[in-house]
């Protein structure tokens, strides 16, 4: 019995840093994350969430606490739990961890965030799909021609 307990604990060690390794962070105190865990609280996998802002990140509110998240952390918060998965934002302190808000699927959706795109595109792309099209669209007008009434205008008319 003792030896099957090493086992899965190597394993639960092994399965946890290889997904912070895909993540490119390695959980640290006072790190927090919304975590899912199947009906044996066992873990499946975590998205960080931030304390203050930064560049790609969108503020939210979990319990009455403002974090800042990815789109992609949203969205796959609502798969995780379509897949009957408990999700909650939890906090590293150092000696495990500990929960602090229950149902973050409930208070935060893409949705609410006026995102119409599906959680699985959003997540597979890292994002939601619509900074994409702006992006691509804004460069596109910036290369189209003019007419040549126009061009000829802007660069005679002073």
Same mark, same amino acid.
């Given at each position: 019995?003792?030896? $099957?307990?090493?086992?899965?604990? @190597? &394993? +639960?060690?092994?399965?946890?840093?290889?997904? *912070?390794?895909?993540?490119?962070?390695?959980? =640290? /105190?006072?790190?927090?994350?919304?975590?899912?865990?199947?009906?044996? =609280?066992? +873990?499946?996998?975590?998205? =960080?969430?931030?304390?203050?802002?930064?560049? &790609?990140?969108?503020?939210?509110?979990?319990?009455?606490?403002?974090?800042?998240?990815?789109? *992609?952390?949203? *969205?796959?918060?609502?798969?995780?739990?379509?897949?009957?998965?408990?999700?909650?934002?939890? +906090?590293?302190? !150092?000696?495990?961890?500990?929960?602090?808000?229950?149902?973050?699927?409930?208070?935060?959706?893409?949705?609410?965030? !006026? @995102?119409?795109?599906?959680?699985?595109? /959003?997540? $597979?792309? &890292?994002?939601?799909?619509?900074?994409?099209?702006?992006?691509?669209? *804004?460069? =596109?007008?910036?290369?189209?021609?003019? &007419?040549?009434?126009?061009?000829?205008?802007? +660069?005679?008319?002073?």
């Amino acid at each position: 019995m003792q030896f $099957q307990k090493i086992l899965l604990t @190597i &394993g +639960f060690l092994l399965i946890s840093s290889t997904h *912070a390794g895909a993540q490119g962070e390695i959980p =640290r /105190i006072g790190d927090t994350y919304i975590i899912s865990r199947d009906d044996g =609280r066992n +873990f499946r996998g975590s998205h =960080r969430i931030y304390n203050r802002p930064s560049d &790609g990140l969108v503020e939210v509110e979990y319990c009455n606490r403002s974090y800042w998240v990815r789109y *992609a952390t949203v *969205a796959w918060t609502q798969l995780e739990v379509e897949n009957n998965y408990k999700v909650r934002v939890e +906090f590293n302190w !150092g000696k495990g961890w500990r929960p602090i808000c229950d149902h973050p699927e409930e208070q935060v959706t893409l949705e609410g965030l !006026g @995102i119409s795109d599906d959680p699985r595109v /959003i997540v $597979q792309n &890292g994002g939601t799909s619509i900074d994409k099209a702006n992006r691509f669209a *804004a460069i =596109r007008d910036a290369f189209m021609s003019q &007419g040549k009434d126009k061009a000829a205008k802007s +660069f005679h008319d002073e």
